[in-house]
Nanobody, 114 residues
Framework: QVQLVESGGGLVQAGGSLRLSCAAS???????MGWYRQAPGKQRELVAT???????NYQDSVRGRFTISRANVKNTVYLQMNSLKPEDTAVYSC?????????WGQGTQVTVSS
């Protein structure tokens, strides 16, 4: 069964850290994985992506605070989030691109209190 399963969300105080994980099952030849987020009343936005070879891309507001990485053997992507701010509060979802087909996880809630 094809699926992406996120974990690691939760409630944290401003300035704190969280690490999100996303494990892909039954998805092969993944050439890119990424994290997106959607806050209440806002559109979903890109947070960070990582492609084969390790090149990364970040939204300006998280660059320097968040780090995306991937464990290829495990088909897992991580998002280390440091110096969290209340405006980072959102549902975070991961996706995987395999030969042009994009798969999405169900999302995990991240709440940053001030």
């Amino acid at each position: 069964q094809v699926q992406l399963v996120e974990s690691g969300g939760g409630l944290v105080q401003a300035g704190g850290s969280l690490r999100l994980s996303c494990a892909a099952s039954s998805i092969f030849s993944i050439n890119a994985m990424g994290w997106y987020r959607q806050a209440p009343g806002k559109q979903r936005e890109l947070v960070a992506t990582i492609i084969s070879g390790g090149r990364t891309n970040y939204q300006d507001s998280v660059r320097g605070r968040f780090t995306i990485s991937r464990a290829n053997v495990k088909n897992t992507v991580y998002l280390q989030m440091n110096s969290l701010k209340p405006e980072d509060t959102a549902v975070y979802s991961c996706n995987a691109n395999s030969k042009g087909i994009v798969y999405w996880g169900q999302g995990t809630q991240v709440t940053v209190s001030s």
